[in-house]
């Protein structure tokens, strides 16, 4: 995969040189290059905002030095054609107005070929770029979540690293990516070491007892008790018309009954 990230703050980016990520560019995993927005101006003080039309707090990025950056890096990979859409790289605008990013997403981005970053800062970026940009690129406005942010940069530093390390050969073992939190739209289960008792706390005791069918069945309650508890939202969304009897009397203690495939809190309000 080929990644390219346009910002008036390059050097924001260096974590990507570290860890799993870092490793993956050293090991040619992954091509990532980092473009000082600044490069693309032609005046003599580098702008890259103005003040917006019709008013208001704050300053908005110019279009051309936007267009004049995003060309350079379309350019950069074969077959960017307009008729050919799958062939077109991603532009992700990071941006609190955009879709959730989430692992469903995370997935869907690790498959392309290049992905292209664009960091506002400031009010943002003219929204003519936005529009012009589809000629080149599937754009895709994209939010972190439900707060702000001074700047995208953050923002790309989260899903590079979340993208990064879906890509074949980044992590160590792949196994570890079957079982982690969101892979199948549940928490993760806790998780316990050594020493078995510790400061007068036990780890609980089926974690124990050597019986795999039972260690599975209460990791898997766990999951549906944690998300149950932390992140109701996600159980709207859980497909539960394939649940073992146990695992639907594990949510009827949680006070979830599976009605028609989905799940349903007892005593919740009917729209
Ligand atoms: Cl992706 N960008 C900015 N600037 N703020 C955010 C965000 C992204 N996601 C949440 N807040």
Not at 255 to 262: A, E, H, M, P
Request: glycine share 10%; proline share 6%; aromatic share 8%.
């Amino acid at each position: 995969m080929r990644i390219d990230v346009v910002s008036i703050f390059p050097e924001y980016l260096a974590p990507l040189e570290l860890s799993l990520i870092g490793k993956a560019r050293q090991d040619g995993l992954l091509e990532l290059n980092v473009h000082d927005l600044r490069t693309f101006t032609t005046d003599k003080h580098r702008t890259v905002d103005d003040t917006p039309y019709g008013g208001g707090a704050g300053m908005v990025m110019k279009p051309e030095p936007w267009a004049k950056a995003l060309e350079s890096v379309a350019g950069a990979s074969e077959g960017a054609g307009a008729a050919e859409d799958s062939r077109k790289p991603v532009l992700i605008v990071p941006s609190p107005a955009g879709e959730r990013f989430n692992q469903a997403l995370a997935y869907e981005l690790a498959e392309e070929e290049q992905l292209v970053f664009a960091c506002g800062r400031y009010e943002g970026i003219d929204e003519r770029v936005i529009e012009w940009a589809e000629e080149h690129f599937t754009v895709r406005p994209v939010s972190l979540g439900d707060y702000v942010l001074n700047g995208g940069e953050v923002a790309v530093l989260a899903m590079v690293e979340a993208i990064g390390r879906l890509l074949p050969g980044v992590v160590g073992n792949p196994e570890s990516l079957i079982e982690e939190s969101h892979s199948d739209g549940l928490l993760e289960y806790p998780v316990f070491t050594k020493p078995s008792s510790w400061r007068e706390r036990d780890v609980p005791p089926v974690l124990l007892s050597g019986n795999h069918g039972k260690i599975a069945q209460w990791r898997r309650h766990e999951q549906f008790r944690r998300t149950a508890d932390r992140r109701p939202d996600l159980l709207a969304e859980f497909d539960a018309g394939s649940l073992s009897r146990a695992d639907r009397n594990a949510f009827k203690d949680l006070g979830y009954d599976v009605v028609d495939g989905r799940l349903r809190l007892r005593g919740g309000q009917e729209d």
